[in-house]
């Protein structure tokens, strides 16, 4: 992506949340012919009920692939840690909508030449994203609550995925539309329909036998 969006080809994004982290670097090298990201689910304990992974990680992925790190920061507090992203070798970071005050986030993100992404939880509306949308890079519309892989797609959120869609496609925004939750082939072309561009799955990928053949059905079927 690295900085402004061109959003002619539909882009497959992996969660290593589902990948084995006691072989990470392989997992990863095993989809990386089909994914254009990698998702990267970052857990705090508060922000979610759950705890994943930060930098130090990011950093040992950084030394054994190229891939652009697309890091989804599920954090109460992520303008502690912006800089270390970006040391670690972060491309783009997401941050919530339901945070307190973004708004200073996307300054800083900036600053450190980092691609500027909004994460907003299924319950929220739209209209807490949309005054933030000419700022933005990428649009991360969660299809499933945050916080755990392996869960249902939440179909309803695609009134907002058309919304958004529309709302860039009207002003022009170069934003790429990311959905994020409960993909796999069938809600993949479900989201492309309504006009996401970028798809981010974890266990329809890495729970598969193969999981680079899971990454390519999912490619062909939002072609
Ligand atoms: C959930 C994460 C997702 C997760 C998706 O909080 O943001 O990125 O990895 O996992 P699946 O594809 O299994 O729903
Ligand atoms: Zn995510």
């Known amino acids: 992506m690295s900085g402004r969006y061109d959003r002619a080809v539909p882009r497959i994004a992996p969660s290593i949340l589902s990948a084995d982290f006691a072989c990470l670097a392989e997992s990863v090298a095993a989809v990386a012919p089909e994914a254009d990201l990698l998702h990267v689910d970052v857990m705090d304990g508060h922000f979610v009920p759950n705890l994943t992974i930060g930098p130090p990680v990011i950093k040992s992925l950084r030394a054994r692939t190229d891939l652009y790190f697309d890091c989804h920061l599920m954090v109460d ?51 807490e994203c949309l005054p933030h949308l000419p700022r933005i890079d990428l649009l991360l519309l969660m ?43 069938e809600t993949a072309a479900v989201a492309a329909a309504a006009g996401a561009d970028v798809f981010v799955a974890g266990s329809a990928i890495f729970h598969d036998d193969d999981p680079l053949a899971a990454a390519r059905r999912i490619r062909q079927a939002v072609a």
């Open 143 to 185: 299809t499933v609550h945050p916080g755990f892989g392996g869960q249902s797609f939440i179909a309803d959120v695609m009134d907002k995925v058309k919304r958004a869609r529309e709302e860039i496609d009207k002003r022009e925004l170069k934003i790429a539309l990311e959905v994020d939750g409960g993909i796999n082939e």
């Open 77 to 127: 507090n992520p303008g502690d840690f912006l800089d270390d992203f970006a040391d670690a070798g972060a491309n783009g970071c997401s941050v919530h909508v339901e945070l307190p005050d973004v708004v200073p986030l996307f300054g800083e993100l900036r600053r450190l030449g980092l691609d500027v992404g909004l994460a907003v939880n299924p319950e929220t509306p739209f209209e």
